[in-house]
């Protein structure tokens, strides 16, 4: 049985005009939703990192308290849980997967908390790195429905820097 839940968006029209076909977000939820739908917790995966890389920062007395909040933490889509192109059907597999920005992965969460969840007030999007990257696109798409944020380890835009630095890794 898997330990995560799939969210089916159909196809799906991405930022850079091109299709994704039958796209899928896997996510894992802990806590449950208040009745005013407004305790729910964004945390995005980042790069090459999944739902269970969060899990231990998610627990009883800890910040991200799923006795106090509802925490959803979706799978970045090309991370292997989520649609990618080592899971995703031919003839959109591999070399044939579209362009995904970050554009893209949060108007898909965005779906998934307001039209599965029917959340009304997202209290905070975090992440590490790349997920942290989509916790500040998360801010500026939705201003009016995201309370905070919390980034760390990120920046807004992926500067020369951060390439210069990976490519050292």
């Known amino acids: 049985m898997p330990d995560h839940d799939v969210f089916a968006l159909g196809d799906v029209r991405l930022q850079s005009g091109a299709t ?13 939703l208040n009745p005013s739908r407004s305790n729910a917790i964004v945390l995005p995966t980042y790069y090459a990192g999944t739902h269970v890389d969060y899990e231990p920062m998610i627990g009883k007395g800890r910040a991200l308290d799923p006795e106090r909040y509802f925490v959803v933490v ?18 959109f597999n591999g070399p044939k997967f579209p362009r995904i920005t970050h554009w893209d992965n949060v108007q898909c969460q ?10 009304k007030k997202v209290a905070l999007v975090a992440g ?25 380890c990120s920046s807004a835009k992926t ?11």
């Not at 965005?110 to 959340?119: A, P, S």
Request: hydrophobic letters at 40%.
């Open 20 to 32: 994704l076909h039958d796209a899928k977000l896997a996510y894992r939820t802990f806590g449950e």
């Open 159 to 169: 500067s020369n820097h951060n390439w210069v630095f990976l490519e050292g890794v």
């Open 74 to 91: 979706p799978n970045m889509f090309s991370n292997g849980v989520s649609s990618s192109p080592s899971n995703t059907p031919a003839p």
């Open 110 to 119: 965005h779906r998934l908390l307001t039209g599965h969840f029917k959340v």
């Open 128 to 152: 590490f790195s790349m997920g942290g990257q989509q916790a500040f696109h998360w801010a500026a798409l939705f201003p009016d429905l995201v309370e905070r944020i919390a980034p760390w």
